[in-house]
């Protein structure tokens, strides 16, 4: 059902597969370029604990080992340090971690971005509720900066990572879409410190930063990557297997 509305997606983001593609592409690739297989994969993910990323999860992604929850609101790794090392000491010593974050979006089948209609609802609502609720905060001025509650920690944690792009996300055609990319970019920068920080008894660190798009209930789900590179741990060596993915 839902790759007849991936032109719909792609209007906002051109490169997007759907989810159940996206994963079949990455077994592939790892398996050519890699020689491991789904059991040979430490899988964590770094995502919205919004219901809709569960109902919508690819189911061939289970075949990794996992995954490992490290996303809080908006897909933001707020499982930190501790999280990141708990699950490197998880993975199998002839394999390889492969670490998938990406902040979500919605956009429905008219190609409304910012909303999906879902199950036993009447109307659309916001996805990701979050980053809207973060931006509806920031375009009236409302962002306290510096202001992290214990009692709002990880929503208050997305509003400063916003009031630090105001001028960029207010001034955006499309400002949902720009916060979108506003908050990928600081889950990818705070991933990077975390793996900087963790030793992985494995071959392979694989690294994937993506934007999640969920479609109506009846449209599936959909993956634009951002970055797909893989780390050889014995001699340090970055690789990008982006050009792997789109051929």
Request: charged content about 20%; hydrophobic content about 35%; overall charge negative.
């Amino acid at each position: 059902m839902s790759n007849q509305h991936l032109e719909t997606v792609k209007k906002w983001y051109p490169n997007a597969k759907t989810t159940e593609d996206t994963v079949n592409k990455l077994l592939d690739v790892i398996e050519n370029k890699l020689g491991l297989q789904p059991n040979q994969l430490m899988h964590a993910d770094s995502m919205c604990c919004d219901d809709v990323n569960a109902i919508q999860y690819p189911p061939r992604a289970y075949e990794m080992l996992g995954p490992f929850k490290m996303g809080g609101l908006n897909g933001y790794p707020f499982a930190g340090v501790t999280g990141m090392n708990a699950f490197a000491h998880h993975v199998p010593e002839d394999g390889a971690v492969v670490v998938f974050y990406a902040p979500h979006i919605g956009i429905t089948k008219d190609g409304t971005i910012g909303e999906i209609h879902r199950f036993g609802q009447s109307s659309n609502s916001a996805c990701c509720g979050a980053a809207k609720g973060a931006l509806g905060k920031l375009l009236n001025n409302e962002i306290q900066e510096g202001n992290i509650t214990n009692l709002d920690y990880q929503m208050n944690t997305i509003e400063q990572i916003f009031l630090k792009q105001a001028d960029r996300i207010k001034s955006a055609e499309s400002q949902i879409f720009e916060a979108t990319e506003v908050m990928y970019e600081a889950i990818n920068e705070r991933i990077e410190e975390l793996v900087a920080k963790t030793n992985y008894p494995c071959k392979y660190v694989v690294l994937i930063g993506a934007i999640f798009i969920n479609g109506d209930k009846d449209m599936g789900s959909f993956c634009s990557y951002k970055r797909f590179d893989f780390i050889d741990l014995a001699t340090q060596k970055r690789e990008s297997l982006m050009n792997n993915f789109y051929a």
